[in-house]
Nanobody, 125 residues
Framework: RVQLKESGGGSVQAGGSLRLSCVVSGSVVRNSCIAWFHRAPGKDPKGVAGIDTRGDPHYIDSVKGRFTISRDNDNVSYLQMNSLKPEDTGTYYC????????????????????WGKGTQVTVSA
């Protein structure tokens, strides 16, 4: 198994930026997907960005052009969040899927078994 730890959350005003980091430790493999999920207050987690085993990024429409996911080696992922909006407020989790076939937008909760504990992002108007 692996352990995931997110960092980089905080409080910003609308229009501001944050950079989230996710470090994966333990039984890390080269071929895997890493994704970021957003859980807004009172709602279920929703995938917002993922990077697949080929290194291709995938985003939901609401964050395209504002968020950028990247990966450093096999075990670190970043989520650069620009032009933040109040609706981006919530807890952000990273998730890990060790799978050589993980190609494409894996952004569903049930596609991941390994999760971090999350980092809080608050965007004020």
């Amino acid at each position: 198994r692996v352990q995931l730890k997110e960092s980089g959350g905080g409080s910003v005003q609308a229009g501001g930026s944050l950079r989230l980091s996710c470090v994966v430790s333990g039984s890390v493999v080269r071929n895997s997907c890493i994704a970021w999920f957003h859980r807004a207050p009172g709602k279920d987690p929703k995938g917002v960005a993922g990077i697949d085993t080929r290194g291709d990024p995938h985003y939901i429409d609401s964050v395209k052009g504002r968020f950028t996911i990247s990966r450093d080696n096999d075990n670190v992922s970043y989520l650069q969040m620009n032009s933040l909006k109040p609706e981006d407020t919530g807890t952000y989790y990273c998730a890990y899927r060790p799978d050589v076939r993980c190609i494409g937008p894996y952004l569903e909760v049930n596609e991941y078994n390994d999760w971090g504990k999350g980092t809080q992002v608050t965007v004020s108007a």
